[in-house]
Each structure stands twice: as C-alpha cells, then as structure tokens.
C-alpha cells in the first residue's frame, strides 16, 4: 500500500518511450508566438503584464549587466510555474518531483554564473571564500566552509523544489484517499475530510508558485554575487 502512494512520481512511458519528454515541451504549446497580425485581447495582453511583471521583478536585485539575463530567467520561471501548475491536475505527471531534471537544471545555471564572476571579477568571486578580518589560524577552515558552502547550492535548489513538490502531493494523495475510504463510513469526517483537502489544494497551488519563483531567485541572487 505505501509503494502505491510513490507511483505518481515515476516517470510515465508508452511503448518504451518516456512521456516526460512531451510533459516537458507540452507548458511551450500554451505559450503561442506572437505575430503582427493579431489583435489585441485580453488574454493576450493578461500574458504580456505577466510576463513583463516577472522579468521586472527577478530583473530588480540585477544591475544593468544582469539584465542579458533577463530572456533565461523569465523563460525558466515560466517554464517551472507551468510545470508546477499542470502537475496539480488529476491523472498527470509532475517533472519537477524528479531530483534529476531538478539538478540538471539547476547545476548549469549555477556554473555559468559562477564561471561569469571567475571571467569578469575573479578576485572578488575568490574574496567570498574568505571573509574580511578572518583571524589567521582559521583561514583553511574558513576556506574549505565557504567553498563547500559554495558547491552544495546547486544540489540545495534541486532539493528543495523536488522536497516540496514531492511533499504536497504525497499529503494530497493521503488525504484523498482518506476522504474516499470514510465516504460510507463515517459521511460527516469524509466532507471534513474533503475541506481539508480544498484547503490543502489551495495551498499547494500557492507553493507551486512560490517554489518556481524562489528557485529562480536565488539563481537570480547567485549571479548578482558575480557580477
């Protein structure tokens, strides 16, 4: 019974092809390529407030050298908050509860802002791994904290999208599976049961949001570091 409740995090296939693929390119077919020739209407002009309200938000901690990053950043923040939301939906697959895509995304980011500072300003990317005024016989230590510090963010990222996504669902499926058992028990706990669940549901869409807007963040306050 408790391997059941993980099922919905391995990745679907048919055929013997993975369908996390087309999960993956399915958030682009809802975003159309804008064209001279269309009007105007509210759903077009919703998207384009959107969009511009993201980029100025992770383009704000950013100085002007920052802001070539602007297309990635708001294009990842999409990309993670459609993902995040159509995986809520019954009977669909989440990518984001996988630790590897997670990584994989979050592992070349972080090098190439951190490579950015190494090619730009190497003396101050290298000053972070030792604090001002650092007493002598610490030094070493210090060094070997920072850098560690330093590597593990990228696995941090990961780790926290997948935790969080992996957590909310799994506490979904618990509670549904709980209001569909005591439905002819116990009808009174079953429609408590399912309140919890609107609320709980409710909760994970704002953490859904949340998760794909801090990712992008940090990535966004990793390279301020480094520029």
């Avoid at 549904?176 to 399912?194: G, N, R, Y």
């Amino acid at each position: 019974m408790n391997l059941s409740f993980f099922d919905q995090f391995m990745s679907p296939d048919l055929l013997g092809i993975p369908l996390i693929l087309i999960s993956l390119l399915f958030p682009a077919l809802l975003l159309p390529s804008p064209h001279n020739r269309w009007i105007t209407n509210r759903i077009s002009t919703l998207q384009s407030w959107f969009i511009y309200t993201i980029t100025k938000q992770l383009m704000t901690p950013l100085n002007k050298k920052g802001h070539k990053w602007a297309l990635i950043l708001s294009s990842l923040m999409i990309f993670l908050l459609s993902i995040n939301l159509l995986g809520l939906l019954p009977y669909t697959f989440t990518p984001t509860t996988q630790l590897s895509m997670n990584l994989a995304l979050a592992f070349p980011l972080w090098l190439a802002t951190l490579l950015t500072g190494l090619r730009n300003q190497p003396s101050a990317s290298l000053g972070h791994l030792l604090p001002e005024g650092t007493p002598t016989p610490l030094i070493p230590a210090l060094i070997m904290i920072e850098t560690t510090s330093l590597l593990i963010r990228p696995l941090a990222l990961g780790v926290r999208l997948t935790a969080n996504l992996t957590a909310g669902h799994l506490l979904i499926q618990l509670i549904s599976t709980a209001t569909a058992v005591l439905f002819s028990i116990m009808p009174a706990i079953s429609i408590l049961t399912a309140c919890v669940l609107l609320l709980l549901t409710i909760l994970e869409v704002a953490v859904a949001m949340i998760q794909a807007y801090v990712f992008v963040l940090l990535l966004s306050l990793y390279l301020q570091e480094n520029i």
